[in-house]
């Protein structure tokens, strides 16, 4: 599509409502503004930059940094780079893209377009995540997310790839119970809201303490069950949940984390008096 | 952040964390929580009918029937665990970075309450108890007295004369009690959770109701009893009580 020589058009919430079911696949000229907080180098310095993207109906933020990396002509017109974001499945399940659109952490692939604008008609502003260190631009390094699984034992251990027979039964009940927590695709978003995840505490997260009660409801991962606990009591542990309850308002998955940092508590002080009191 | 080198020196503050910070929790709801139900409460006695400041002076004095042992007690029942429950509080504000601007949910506003209450109170706390508490006499404070020479009766009329001695004491005593009466009450419902007891969000959020009502109550006490103190007529109280006016000279002794 060719550039608007005029650049910018007004745009609002009604005029947008009405177009979406009338509009040809090039939108009709209309254009989002895409405001970008920038960062070259993982070495900080950041900047905003503002691109204006052709509106197209059912469109996500994956598709508006698709449409940014094919044209990246930023809007006063200058030449500029791609936009760098990771991402991987492009269906909300491996938590690849997630980043701060409009303020809010989420996945760039289930945030679409169209509601965006009804909440927010002047633009989309898109920033990386702030817990973790930038790679470039939205691209962050998540790897403290994984380091705090291993750290918790997020696995059921076997002794090796022999057969062993059939595993326990778990009970529908179980299931049900272990099935949402099972969701979790790591993504950062609990731990971005957490005002309790920050460089100045160790917190480690909702995100791996409710790993840690999934893995201890599991009948074979029980074995490490007070190595799991005997972290959650240590610096950083579950003692650091500041019950802000934002984890569970912003997970995408709809993970009961805060049920799950309550069992977390309950069995932490119970692990104690075990240990205390020599079982 | 998350990444974690602390296994390697254990420091005895790493050793002891859990236990230190399960310390916090606890001594927040006793003793510190339970001295202020029954300060609140006892206050709350200025309003009791019959002669002004009677009931509220019988239940000091039954406070004050400990004798010698009452320093002590409040000492090591009440001040010190104060004192541990606040310097642990800053610290863990300290690990805090809130963005209830960001996140506006009602949970979120609530933790950031949490803290700025806790600040309040125990800001609160200090001046309230150098202007009441004979600890605060060698600097200028502890109005608050139970008898006077003759031994008539001095608390409610001496509580009276300190709330009222200026225009900003007692809306002062008003932000004080009511940062400490809401920290107390959403105390209870993260201690709640933070033990154990309340798992589930339904549960989570019935006690969350059971725990405004709390607060609702403990608010309706100390701003009762505060007003209380400030409509109470030093003068007459006193005269009532003794038998003679002394209110001017005590409240100077």
């Given at each position: 599509m060719e550039e608007d020589p005029n650049g910018k058009h007004p745009m609002s919430a009604t005029t947008h409502i009405h177009q979406t079911h009338t509009l040809s696949h090039e939108g009709n000229g209309r254009k989002i503004s895409v405001k970008v907080l920038r960062q070259s180098d993982p070495r900080g310095g950041s900047h905003w930059e503002t691109f204006e993207v052709p509106y197209e109906p059912g469109m996500n933020v994956t598709?508006?940094?698709?449409?940014?990396?094919?044209?990246?002509?930023?809007a006063e017109h200058e030449h500029s780079t791609p936009v760098a974001y990771d991402s991987c499945c492009l269906e909300e399940v491996c938590g690849a893209c997630t980043m701060v659109i409009n303020g809010r952490v989420r996945q760039a692939c289930s945030a679409l377009v169209d509601s965006l604008l009804a909440d927010s008609p002047e633009g989309i502003e898109l920033r990386p995540m702030t817990k973790f260190k930038v790679v470039r631009d939205l691209f962050v390094d998540r790897s403290p997310m994984f380091a705090a699984l291993k750290r918790i034992k997020a696995w059921v251990a076997v002794d090796g790839y022999h057969d062993i027979g059939p595993g326990p039964r778990i009970s529908p009940r179980e299931q049900d119970e272990a099935y949402p927590l099972s969701r979790c695709m790591t993504c950062g978003c609990c731990v971005e809201a957490c005002p309790q995840f920050n460089d100045?505490?160790?917190?480690?997260?909702?995100?791996?303490i409710s790993q840690a009660i999934l893995f201890n409801a599991h009948p074979t991962a029980r074995v490490e069950r007070d190595d799991r606990l005997a972290v959650l009591t240590g610096v950083g542990g579950i003692v650091d949940c500041g019950n802000s309850q934002n984890c569970v308002k912003v997970c995408p998955k709809d993970i009961p984390l805060t049920t799950s940092i309550a069992k977390a508590g309950r069995d932490t002080t119970l692990y104690k008096i075990r240990q205390w009191f020599g079982r | 952040m998350a990444e974690h080198e602390h296994q390697a020196a254990e420091s005895p503050a790493d050793k002891y964390y859990f236990l230190i910070r399960r310390l916090h929790s606890l001594t927040g709801l006793v003793p510190v929580g339970v001295f202020l139900v029954v300060h609140l409460s006892i206050n709350a006695m200025v309003l009791a009918p019959g002669p002004v400041g009677s009931e509220f002076q019988r239940s000091v004095e039954r406070i004050h029937s400990l004798g010698p042992l009452l320093a002590p007690v409040e000492i090591v029942g009440i001040?010190?665990?104060?004192?541990f429950h606040a310097l642990l509080g800053f610290v863990i504000i300290f690990t805090c970075q809130s963005n209830a601007q960001q996140y506006r949910y009602g949970s979120n506003i609530r933790y950031m309450l949490q803290r700025a209450t806790g600040i309040i109170a125990f800001v609160f706390i200090f001046y309230h108890v150098w202007q009441m508490h004979w600890f605060g006499e060698w600097a200028g404070g502890g109005r608050f007295r139970l008898y006077d020479e003759s031994g008539g009766a001095l608390a409610a009329t001496t509580t009276a004369a300190t709330i009222q001695a200026a225009w900003w004491i007692a809306p002062i005593y008003a932000i004080g009690v009511l940062s400490a009466v809401y920290h107390l009450a959403n105390g209870i419902w993260t201690s709640l959770i933070t033990w154990g007891i309340t798992i589930r969000p339904r549960s989570q959020q019935a006690a969350g109701y059971v725990c405004a009502a709390l607060g609702i109550v403990l608010s309706l006490a100390g701003l009762g009893a505060l007003n209380g103190f400030r409509a109470l007529n030093v003068t007459e109280g006193t005269a009532q009580k003794t038998g003679h006016s002394v209110t001017a000279a005590t409240r100077d002794r």
């Open positions: 598709t508006v940094l698709q449409r940014i990396a094919a044209n990246p002509t930023n100045h505490s160790t917190f480690i997260g909702p995100a791996a | 001040f010190l665990p104060l004192l």
